[in-house]
C-alpha cells in the first residue's frame, strides 16, 4: 500500500479564490509530481520536484505554483480559480530509478 | 520529442481471456517503464515497474515485456476477469529527461462476464 495522500478528494469553489491541494508521502521520496487529468483523458504533468527547494514546472503550461519545503509535502496552489481549472488533480512520488505511486487525487470544480 | 503511444484506445474481451496490450514509445534510451491500472474517477495503481536492463517482470496473472530495440512493452494479462475492467496506462522514464514520468493515453478494458 502506497503511503501517499491527498486532500481534499472533492473542491467544489466559486470563481476567483485561493485554493490550496495538499500532497503528503511518508516514504521518504526525493521526486514529487502533480499531474492534471480531464475526465477520459490523458495525464499531463504540471509540475515536479527532485527535492527539498527544487521545483519545475511541467510539459503542460498551468497557472497554479507549488513548493517543496519539506521532503514529504509538496502543495499545489491555484491564486484565483477560475472554470477552466475544472480537473483531476493527481500527485505521485518515487525514489531515484524506482517506482511511482499514485494519490487518489483531488476533483476540482470550479462554478 | 519523446511520446508514448498505447494502442488500442479500448479493447473489450469475454470473461477468461487471455488479452495483451501494447505501449510504443519514440526513444530507446530510457531508465525503466512502468505499467498502471486506473479506475474511473480514482487514482492510479502501480503494476509493475521493469528497468531498462529487464526484459520481463511478472505479477500474479500480469506479465510485462519490453524491448527497448522497437520501443515497444507489452502488458499479457492471463485468464481475464470482469474486474480488471479499468484503464490500463503506461509511462515511460526517458534518459536524459530528468526523472520526468511520460505517460501513454491508456487502453481502457472492458471484461464481459
Known amino acids: 500500500e502506497a503511503d501517499i495522500y491527498q486532500t481534499p478528494r472533492y473542491l467544489v469553489i466559486g470563481t476567483g479564490k485561493k485554493i490550496t491541494l495538499e500532497c503528503s508521502q511518508t516514504?521518504?521520496?526525493?521526486?514529487m509530481y502533480w499531474y492534471q487529468q480531464d475526465p477520459g483523458m490523458e495525464l499531463h504533468l504540471i509540475h515536479y520536484s527532485y527535492g527539498v527547494n527544487s521545483t519545475e514546472k511541467g510539459d503542460l503550461s498551468s497557472e497554479s505554483t507549488v513548493s517543496r519545503i519539506r521532503t514529504e509535502h509538496f502543495p499545489l496552489t491555484l491564486e484565483s480559480a477560475r472554470p477552466s481549472h475544472t480537473s483531476q488533480y493527481l500527485c505521485?512520488?518515487?525514489?531515484?530509478?524506482?517506482?511511482?505511486?499514485f494519490g487518489q487525487g483531488t476533483r476540482l470544480t470550479v462554478v | 520529442k519523446q511520446e508514448v503511444t498505447q494502442i488500442p484506445a479500448a479493447l473489450s474481451v469475454p470473461e477468461g481471456e487471455n488479452l495483451v496490450l501494447n505501449c510504443s514509445f519514440t526513444d530507446s534510451a530510457i531508465y525503466n517503464l512502468q505499467w498502471f491500472r486506473q479506475d474511473p474517477g480514482k487514482g492510479l495503481t502501480s503494476l509493475l515497474l521493469?528497468?531498462?536492463?529487464?526484459r520481463e517482470q511478472t505479477s500474479g496473472r500480469l506479465n510485462a515485456s519490453l524491448d527497448k530495440s522497437s520501443g515497444r512493452s507489452t502488458l499479457y494479462i492471463a485468464a481475464s476477469q470482469p474486474g480488471d475492467s479499468a484503464t490500463y496506462l503506461c509511462a515511460v522514464n526517458f534518459s536524459g529527461n530528468t526523472g520526468k514520468l511520460i505517460f501513454g493515453q491508456g487502453t481502457t478494458l472492458q471484461v464481459k462476464p
Open positions: 521493469i528497468q531498462s536492463s529487464q
Open positions: 505521485a512520488s518515487r525514489r531515484v530509478g524506482a517506482e511511482a505511486f
Open positions: 516514504m521518504g521520496h526525493d521526486k
